[in-house]
Each structure stands twice: as structure tokens, then as C-alpha cells.
């Protein structure tokens, strides 16, 4: 475990979001070696969003160990290369019954969109029993008067609305024992002085968690969400300066920024009703120990 002034990582910079994963130094871990898996999700399709890098991709691939069918969306142009690696690697490890996984292009702040995404993965599969919002951007402002009309909408799109419509066209194929899952994050429960944007998106996902789990209770679809610490993403580089990047993840007990394959199995937890049928509204928060309270 590092200590509190350790470096955490080497300095690095992306200049444009959404980041890479394949430039990263080192690479974001997504699969735990030591993991076994056992058909816990044999015949479910599962739809998740920004599932080429990151928690997404870690996501991704866990599913896919467990027997799902896997979809997943990306951002032309900017993700194709961690995309297609993606596609491969859930491929190597796709469980026989399983269809061959799909990555979708598209921009999810808009619901035209997110419905044609719907339809593609329905029109493959028939169905969708899982369903992942997990797509986001960030960027840091020092001052609320930085932030204008054009960037706070561009903020809510992606990281809000895309759940809300996303969820609305998929509920169409979802039936009793469906589950939704929406990432938000550490920051909707303790704040951040830069992130004001990111973490107002992200207090507004636990809103909708706990809203829309009241409203499906009675079709038997359970929607609860995971709040990842710090973990070690494209979205860090692209946001934070190298200084930051050097001591990323040493703010927290573990003294150490998690990686993606470390806060994937809290998605297994909840789409598997063997696990978690007893859950719905609720919040999982693999944190490296930070403690919150709401």
C-alpha cells in the first residue's frame, strides 16, 4: 500500500476527453487474474454505456466472463482503437450460449440517439435484462462564473439526460427481474471545489436511482447505482494536470487510486438477483475506505 507521498502514477496529460485508454501510463487494470467466474449472468443481454475504457470496459469484460451477452457504447472517431480492443477481449473470454458482443457508436446526450442504440442491441438480442448507465465526461473549473450555457448543458447531456433516455427506451424491452445499474460517484456525497459540474450530475444520478427505483418497484425491475472513489480511468488524465496525476488515489484510507477490475464485481453483485434481490434504491461505494454518509 503506498504511503500518503508516494507517487501514485507517472505525470501525464491528455488533451482531449474522452481519454484514451490505450495511451495511459501504465494501463488501467480491468481483469483480476484471480477471479472466478461461474455463469452467474448465463443468457442475460446486458447494454452498457461507455463500456470501451475504464470501469466500463472492466464491466464489460466481467459480464462476459459470467455468461452474458454483451453491448456497450463508445464515441466515434475519438474511442474507436479502446473500442474495437474491447470487442476483442470480451471475445477471448465470451462464454459459448453467448452471441458475439457489439460496440455502438454514439453521442447519448441526445434521445434520438440513445433510442437507435436501443434498437440496435433489441433487434440483435430481443431483449435487454441489464441495463448500465454508465457514461460520463469531466472537467475541472475553479470558479462557477468559468462555467456558461453551452458547457453545462454539454455537462448534463452526457453524464444526466443520457440515463434518463437511455433507461426510458430500454424499460421497453425489460421485464420482472430486469435490473438497472447507474454509476455516479464518491463525489456526489463529499463534493469537490473543481468538479462542481461533474459532481452536480453525479448527485443528480443518485436522485434518479432513488426516484426511479420507487417507480419500478412494482414491475420488478430493480435500479441501484455504484459511487466509485478514486479510480485509475481515462477520465483522470484528461482532466487533471500531471501534478495531480503524480498523487492520484493517496487522498483515501488505502492510501492508493483502485483500478477498473476492483469496482466491476459491485455491478456483477447487483444484476444478479441470486445476490441482490433484495436490493433496489441503493448505492454501493468501493471507495479505497472513504466513509459517507447519505
Known amino acids: 500500500m503506498a504511503s500518503g507521498g508516494k507517487q501514485q502514477f507517472p505525470p501525464q496529460k491528455q488533451g482531449t476527453q474522452p481519454g484514451k485508454e490505450h495511451v495511459m501510463d501504465p ?39 459470467e455468461g452474458a451477452t454483451v453491448a456497450f457504447t463508445y ?79 454539454r455537462f448534463f447531456r452526457t453524464n444526466i439526460f443520457s440515463h434518463f433516455y437511455m433507461t426510458r427506451h430500454a424499460l421497453k424491452h425489460m421485464k420482472e427481474g430486469s435490473s438497472i445499474i447507474c454509476t455516479t460517484s464518491v ?41 466509485p472513489g478514486p479510480i485509475w480511468t481515462p477520465l483522470i488524465p484528461a482532466s487533471f494536470d500531471e501534478e495531480k496525476i503524480t498523487q492520484f488515489g493517496s487522498e483515501v484510507p488505502m492510501q492508493r487510486a483502485g483500478q477498473p477490475y476492483e469496482v466491476a464485481p459491485a455491478y456483477i453483485f447487483l444484476a444478479d438477483n441470486a445476490f441482490s434481490s433484495y436490493y433496489t434504491g441503493q448505492v454501493l461505494h468501493p471507495n479505497g475506505g472513504a466513509v459517507v454518509n447519505a
Do not use: W
Open 27 to 65: 494501463n488501467p487494470q480491468f481483469k483480476n487474474p484471480d477471479y472466478k467466474p461461474s455463469n452467474k449472468l448465463q443468457g442475460k443481454v446486458a447494454l452498457i454505456t461507455g463500456g470501451d475504457s475504464g470501469i466500463g470496459r472492466a464491466v464489460c469484460y466481467l459480464f462476459s466472463q
Open 75 to 153: 464515441v466515434k472517431e475519438q474511442e474507436d482503437k479502446d473500442a474495437n480492443d474491447t470487442i476483442q477481449m470480451i471475445k477471448k473470454v465470451k462464454t459459448s450460449d453467448a452471441k458475439d458482443p457489439k460496440a455502438l457508436a454514439a453521442d447519448l446526450g441526445y434521445d434520438e440517439n440513445c433510442k437507435k442504440v436501443v434498437e440496435e442491441v433489441t433487434k440483435a438480442y430481443g431483449r435487454i435484462d441489464i441495463l448500465i448507465n454508465n457514461a460520463a465526461e469531466q472537467y475541472k473549473a475553479g470558479s462557477v462564473e468559468e462555467i456558461d450555457e453551452p458547457r453545462l448543458e
Open 187 to 227: 463525489k456526489a456525497y463529499k463534493g469537490h471545489a473543481q468538479l462542481l459540474e461533474y459532481t452536480s450530475t453525479k448527485g443528480a444520478i443518485v436522485a434518479f436511482i432513488r426516484a426511479l427505483s420507487l417507480q419500478l418497484v412494482s414491475k420488478g425491475i430493480r435500479v441501484n447505482g455504484v459511487a
